[in-house]
């Protein structure tokens, strides 16, 4: 009895354990590996050119109009700034609203650019490829206080020696006094350029370049004795850059850097200065067109996980108190449409590059 009960209770168990290693066979793991890249969005780098211009006034201001019938001569110092020139240009990093997996064989055939942004699919590796790094430049230094030196100010003693009216205590010398002999030496000078000048016209010498140099010598030093009356202007010129990066939803101007004309390029929280703004309008005629084209009627498009931008276009004004002083024309890649590769380009009997800048497809090749 025992014996048939065994039976019985194997025979209900079996069909159950069958089943169950029929089910566990069935179920297959599947595995989405891949390689992550990402497609790249368009930035814009501004290079901004100023140039400062510092007027140091002279010691003997105050005597140009008595002693060389200069009238108004500056006595006090002034900083100027001024945009010499705007230059804009364009980078690109990877957008994190694009990022994507090559799946499948693709994956064995994408390329990457440095900053992990699709290059190429099927295409040689760029070993040899060099990835430079931007400095932004944002401090002035200003200008050295050696520029306000005037040598000859201090050529000729301050004091004399004195003598028995006076106990034979050192006298010094006005400013006048100093004025005066400075006075002196420029009209030495002129005097000594003409004799030189006359003397070549009555005889001639075989070696008028000895003459051109005197000559040059003696008016440099005329206008060192001048510069003491007059003042002297030095400049500099300092590079700036900033950097932007628009999203796709940017539509109203951004405050890139605020410039003063005392203070120069200052950073754009400083309220010190005026703001130089940017504004970007995008040209929404390219994108609409490229949207009727994005759509595929292979049903597997998209499969192999590999995309490309089709950039859109857009007008870049900087301006600065509502005038504007550069202009440009860019495409971005974040501005137009994503689409994916056709699946027929991707099983290896082709190559494709993408343009680094937009992410846009630069050529297909077949191998």
């Excluded at 075989?206 to 005329?222: M, R």
């Excluded at 994005?294 to 600065?320: K, Q």
Aim: glycine share 8%; hydrophobic share 40%; proline share 6%.
């Amino acid at each position: 009895m025992r014996f048939i009960t065994m039976i019985i209770v194997s025979l209900l168990v079996l069909p159950v354990f069958g089943q169950r290693k029929k089910d566990e066979a069935v179920v297959v793991p599947t595995y989405k590996e891949g390689i992550a890249y990402a497609l790249p969005q368009t930035g814009i780098r501004v290079w901004v050119v100023a140039k400062e211009e510092v007027f140091i006034p002279g010691p003997f201001a105050s005597f140009a109009d008595e002693l060389l019938g200069i009238p108004d001569a500056k006595a006090q110092a002034t900083s100027s700034w001024a945009m010499e020139k705007v230059h804009i240009e364009a980078f690109a990093v990877p957008d994190p609203e694009k990022v994507f997996k090559a799946l499948g064989k693709t994956a064995s055939l994408i390329s990457l650019s440095p900053n992990g942004c699709i290059a190429g699919i099927n295409t040689p590796s760029n070993e040899g490829e060099k990835r430079e790094l931007v400095t932004n430049l944002l401090l002035n230094q200003g200008l050295k206080s050696s520029m306000a030196s005037f040598t000859n100010f201090s050529e000729t003693t301050f004091y004399v020696p004195g003598d028995s009216t006076n106990n034979f205590r050192p006298t010094r010398i006005s400013m006048e006094q100093k004025a005066a002999e400075a006075a002196a030496k420029i009209m030495e000078c002129r005097t000594a350029r003409f004799e030189t000048a006359a003397g070549l016209l009555d005889e001639f010498h075989p070696d008028g370049e000895a003459y051109k140099q005197s000559l040059g010598q003696l008016k440099e030093i005329e206008l060192e004795y001048l510069s003491l009356f007059i003042g002297k202007t030095k400049s500099k010129v300092s590079k700036y850059s900033f950097e932007y990066v628009p999203t796709k939803n940017t539509s109203k101007g951004e405050v890139l850097f605020r410039f003063s004309g005392q203070n120069g390029v200052l950073d754009k929280t400083d309220l010190a200065g005026k703001p130089v703004m940017l504004s970007i309008k995008k040209m929404d005629a390219l994108t609409s067109a490229f949207s009727g084209k994005v759509a595929s009627d292979n049903p597997n498009a998209g499969a192999s996980g590999v995309y490309y931008n089709m950039p859109g276009l857009a007008e870049i004004v900087l301006s600065y108190e509502l005038k504007p002083i550069a202009n440009s024309r860019l495409a971005f890649g974040q501005f137009g449409m994503v689409a994916p590769v056709p699946e027929a380009f991707l099983d290896g009997k082709y190559s494709l590059e993408f343009h680094p800048g937009t992410g846009a497809i630069k050529n297909i090749k077949q191998k």
